[in-house]
């Protein structure tokens, strides 16, 4: 999530499935108003949300359901690496 402009906030969510996906994809995106909804969502499940402005600026022009590129995949990584710690943590 970043916030641009005018104080409006981006989102962008990803997915990745362990042997269906070869990259995580686009799941979500939006600004705004839908940027709010998709944070809420992931709050109200529990997902982990981390702000990368950069990240999201560049993860924001794929279109849904698009693989993240590969100039990507490292930051992406740590970001899953850092979900599963705090997911792991939280779980005890």
């Known amino acids: 999530m970043t916030r641009t402009g005018k104080d409006r906030k981006k989102a962008v969510a990803l997915r990745y499935q362990e042997g269906k996906d ?3 994809r686009v799941t979500a995106k939006g600004e705004g108003a839908v940027a709010e ?6 709050e109200e499940a529990g997902i982990s949300i981390r702000e990368d402005k950069d ?3 560049v ?3 794929l279109d849904l ?3 993240i590129p590969p ?3 490292t930051i992406v990584a740590e970001i899953l690496a850092w979900v599963y710690r705090m997911n792991k943590s939280r779980n005890g």
């Open 22 to 24: 070869s990259a995580p």
């Open 37 to 42: 909804k998709i944070l809420r969502i992931a």
């Open 55 to 57: 990240l999201v600026e």
């Open 59 to 61: 993860l924001s022009r």
């Open 65 to 67: 359901d698009a693989e």
């Open 71 to 73: 100039d990507t995949y």
